[in-house]
Each structure stands twice: as structure tokens, then as C-alpha cells.
């Protein structure tokens, strides 16, 4: 079995970079405009504002996956390495 290095600063900075990200979708959002009129023209920018609002989403909820994944890596590698080290002591 190989050993697993990981930088925990490293990850932690990546895990705020992230957070920030986030927050910045979070603080942005914006509701799909309504259009009024009629005709294919204005009816396919309603869906791209549309479109758009569920890509905004999907992104903040994949972020706040990722953010979750990765706080569960490191507290599970200093968890382990924590406990091996008082193995070996």
C-alpha cells in the first residue's frame, strides 16, 4: 500500500477559493427577466434566462458538493494520520 501525501494548506486554500466563489454566485443571482410579447425571438431569450437561472444553480450546488467532498478528505486524512501517529508512538 503507497502512502497518500496530501498538502492540507493547499487543500484548505483551495477549500475557501471555493467558498468564495460560491458566495460571489450566491450574492449575484438573478431571476430569468420576463419578456412580454410574442414570437419565436422573444421566446428564446425567456428560455436562455431561463437556462442561464438553472446553470446558476446547478453550479452553487456543485460547489457546495465539492466544498463538502473535500472538507470530508481532510478531516478524514488528519483523522488518520493523527491516529497513526499516535500508533507508532
Do not use: C, H, R, W
Amino acid at each position: 500500500m503507497s502512502e497518500i501525501k496530501i498538502d492540507v494548506d493547499s487543500l484548505e486554500s483551495g477549500i475557501n477559493n471555493l467558498k468564495e466563489l460560491k458566495s460571489k454566485i450566491s450574492t449575484n443571482k438573478s431571476n430569468a427577466p420576463t419578456v412580454v410579447g410574442g414570437g419565436s425571438t422573444v421566446a428564446n431569450i425567456e428560455k436562455i434566462g431561463i437556462d442561464f437561472k438553472n446553470i446558476e444553480d446547478k453550479m452553487e450546488l456543485l460547489l457546495q458538493n465539492t466544498i463538502s467532498l473535500l472538507n470530508n478528505i481532510k478531516s478524514s486524512y488528519v483523522s488518520s494520520d493523527n491516529n497513526a501517529a499516535k500508533t507508532i508512538k
